[in-house]
């Protein structure tokens, strides 16, 4: 994330990128127990990888413009 960040913004910026990756935990951390007790164990591991393609995706086309 520290490559995401301008210089003279650093920390703030930082707190902001990680206070913003949590937010996904909390929203869909519990809801995914309640899938997994639906569907089974099985069909929620290929769900979950199915929902993972996109991020996946948009990090692939990111690579080029993250510092290496």
């Keep these: ?3 995401l960040c301008d210089h003279r913004y650093t920390a703030t910026q930082f707190a902001l990128l990680s206070a913003l ?5 909390v929203f869909v951390g519990p809801p995914s127990g309640y899938l ?3 569907v089974g164990w099985t069909p929620f591991y290929f ?3 199915l929902a993972s393609l996109p991020g996946l995706w948009a ?6 413009h993250l510092p290496a």
Excluded: Q
């Design 21 to 25: 990756a949590s937010v996904g935990r």
């Design 47 to 49: 769900i979950t990888f």
């Design 1 to 3: 994330m520290m490559g």
């Design 59 to 64: 990090l692939w086309r990111l690579r080029r």
């Design 36 to 38: 997994a007790d639906a």
